[in-house]
């Protein structure tokens, strides 16, 4: 394909889904199997089921792509390349899309011998990040859904040779920047890194009185934008979001951007395509660097499907449909956080503006008020098309998976060291030092106070969890000027930073808590970059802790105490203001803070695992980071518990 004429790359969550991209007309389908995969709560495949799906596809021209792009705790390695060595045996595919850099070792000695693509959970957010994607391996980078076009441009204009990149130009949108966000893990354990998340963004929150979904966002789409994607030859993959949704929207949404790429002529036959494909209301987002558009803004239902009507009469539910129903057509009822929410399916067709009875099958009762979703429709023509290809894969001789060698050997993948390192104690501040701390081991946000922070060769400074285009150039010039007056103590909040340094070997380097660092392996790839240690990721579990150290090559760090936010994003609703209180449905209390250009959530209770410090020395943890932030009038700090996921199995 014409590097020109980009690719059109679906999701799918399940078989039919999968089927309707085929049917599209899909150029690449991604999809993942029922572990390790971003997208958790979709059906998902076993390998069984996609052997013969990638079979069918193949046979249509159309590529394969498999969404292994979970973040991997110690315990798992060995699973994980069982899994990947069979997957590679039996299952033609493409590319594997990771965010965990210990994917690449894994999947290399699985016999994996195609294409790495960098999951925008990766977060590799500025230009000369690019060039280190392409050091260790990666072929195409799945850029932030964050971006401007002219943020796009840049990163184009700096793309290595050998490098594509990936864009998404329709679905839904998160809250947080991706790869940035612990919400739904501080609040029981579910990471949205590890496909879990229970989107507790999509609730109801309180400011004030002020009750609304303040973080719910309305879906992305490129539309008739994508023309102007079109003129970047590096952006080489649209990518759909979805996997999650069914193959209605799959099938529409396809079709949709196929006229809007080959026939833009067609545009409001396109345009009806993305009507029919039942999402939220659509944004432009941040597409348009002239025009924004703040997803948060705005009036209409943001849960996930085409809004349908509101329940009256709860004693004997009904609505009155704004759209005609279908018989097969699927209802949600309510959000996923109300006691009543339940899917119904359409039996009986109903006209525009007719009355829709539901079923009493919810044991609680319904809200009179309570937003109904149009989720799934199988019309006429998609049905057809689906079963012609079901029919086809049904006739296809059944794979046959068998068990593969077990080749993994601890041995080849661990270099058990002794830790010898002396115990330090950092505490990392925003803004300028604070004379009770000019005594101890000081970090600083260095991006606090416009990069005005002053350096020195004592200050441990640190780099931002998020570093986008506009601010390459200032920050890798502090960091030059940094270096000059002495400082040579640096924790970077993503991999790629270390792009930044001209001769890191030279310095203390350590990657920090937000590189999401969960295992061994992504710990000893970091050595001959030129780190010199590893903060890892605070979401751990115990177990995932304690296993750590005696299996890495490089001295570790933890946060222990302090402020760790439930997210960063680049947005905020008009109607909450920054360092006020807000609630959630449960209680739990949070405030915004504005730094650099980002915006950060803190809950009101902190991170606190100080008890078990003689545990994580013993493990063999050298580095213990306590994180203050400004807590902002009027807040008061709970105490409750503060362990995370201290006592539980991270899901």
Not at 54 to 80: G, M, T, W
Not at 227 to 240: D, F, G
Not at 243 to 257: F, I
Request: glycine share 6%; proline share 5%; charged share 25%.
């Amino acid at each position: 394909m014409s590097i020109n004429n980009p690719k059109i790359l679906a999701p799918a969550g399940d078989k039919n889904s999968f089927l309707a991209a085929i049917a599209a007309g899909a150029d690449a389908i991604y999809c993942g199997l029922k572990i390790f995969s971003a997208r958790m709560e979709a059906q998902n495949f076993s390998i069984e089921e996609l052997t013969n799906l990638a079979k069918l596809a193949k046979s249509r021209h159309i590529d394969v792509y498999i969404a292994f792009n979970s973040i991997i705790k110690e315990s798992e390695q060995e699973k994980v390349f069982k899994i990947l060595s069979k997957l590679c045996r039996f299952v033609d595919f493409d590319a594997l899309i990771v965010q965990d850099l210990a994917m690449l070792n894994l999947a290399k000695r699985a016999g994996f011998k195609k294409e790495f693509h960098l999951s925008t959970l990766g977060n590799c957010t500025f230009p000369s990040a690019l060039k280190t994607s392409k050091q260790l391996g990666f072929k195409r980078v799945v850029l932030p859904r964050e971006f401007t076009i002219d943020e796009m441009k840049r990163m184009a204009q700096n793309t290595p040779e050998d490098i594509e990149l990936e864009v998404f130009i329709h679905g839904a949108l998160c809250y947080s920047i991706s790869g940035r966000c612990y919400w739904s893990s501080w609040f029981g354990g579910k990471s949205s890194l590890r496909g879990r998340c229970v989107q507790p963004c999509r609730r109801m929150y309180s400011q004030k009185d002020h009750k609304k979904r303040h973080f719910s966002c309305m879906d992305f789409s490129a539309d008739v934008l994508v023309k102007v994607l079109k003129q970047i030859p590096q952006i080489t993959t649209w990518k759909i979001e979805g996997r999650k949704k069914g193959p209605h929207y799959v099938y529409y949404t396809v079709k949709a951007y196929k006229l809007l790429r080959d026939d833009p002529k067609k545009k409001k036959e396109a345009l009806l395509y993305l009507d029919y494909a039942m999402g939220r209301e659509f944004t432009h987002y941040n597409l348009l660097s002239q025009r924004i558009r703040n997803p948060l803004d705005h009036s209409s239902e943001t849960g996930s499907g085409l809004f349908a009507g509101r329940i009256k009469n709860p004693a004997a539910p009904y609505f009155i449909t704004r759209e005609e129903l279908f018989p097969s057509d699927l209802l949600r009822i309510g959000f996923e956080d109300d006691q009543f929410h339940t899917i119904q399916r359409v039996t009986r067709a109903v006209p525009k503006k007719g009355k829709f009875y539901l079923g009493k099958h919810s044991k609680f009762k319904i809200k009179k008020g309570a937003s109904v979703y149009i989720i799934d429709r199988r019309g006429q023509e998609l049905a057809t098309v689906i079963k012609a290809l079901d029919d086809e894969l049904s006739g296809m001789e059944k794979a046959l998976i068998r068990p593969v060698e077990n080749k993994y050997k601890v041995s080849c993948f661990r270099k058990a060291i002794k830790s010898n390192n002396k115990i330090k104690e950092l505490t990392l501040l925003r803004g300028k030092l604070r004379q009770k701390y000019a005594i101890s081991e000081t970090g600083v946000w260095i991006s606090s106070q416009g990069y005005s922070a002053p350096p020195s060769a004592r200050n441990w400074l640190w780099l931002d969890p998020v570093l986008f285009p506009d601010e390459e150039k200032i920050c890798s010039e502090y960091i030059a000027k940094a270096i000059k007056k002495g400082a040579k103590n640096f924790v970077l909040n993503a991999f790629w930073q270390i792009s930044l340094f001209k001769n890191p070997t030279q310095l203390n380097i350590w990657a920090g808590p937000f590189c999401n660092i969960t295992n061994s392996m992504t710990v000893n790839l970091l050595k001959p970059y030129g780190f010199s240690g590893a903060i890892v990721s605070p979401e751990l579990d115990q177990e995932t802790f304690c296993s750590l150290p005696k299996t890495c090559d490089l001295p570790l760090g933890i946060v222990i105490y302090g402020n760790w936010p439930l997210g960063v994003s680049r947005i905020i609703s008009e109607d909450l203001k920054t360092n006020q209180a807000f609630t959630s449905p449960k209680g739990e209390t949070a405030w915004i803070s504005k730094h650099n250009k980002n915006y950060f959530i803190f809950p009101n209770w902190y991170l606190d695992i100080t008890s078990k410090k003689e545990t994580l020395q013993t493990a063999g943890f050298s580095l213990f980071i306590t994180i203050h932030e400004t807590i902002p009038r009027g807040i008061k700090i709970k105490n409750r518990p503060g362990l995370w996921n201290w006592n539980l199995k991270l899901l």
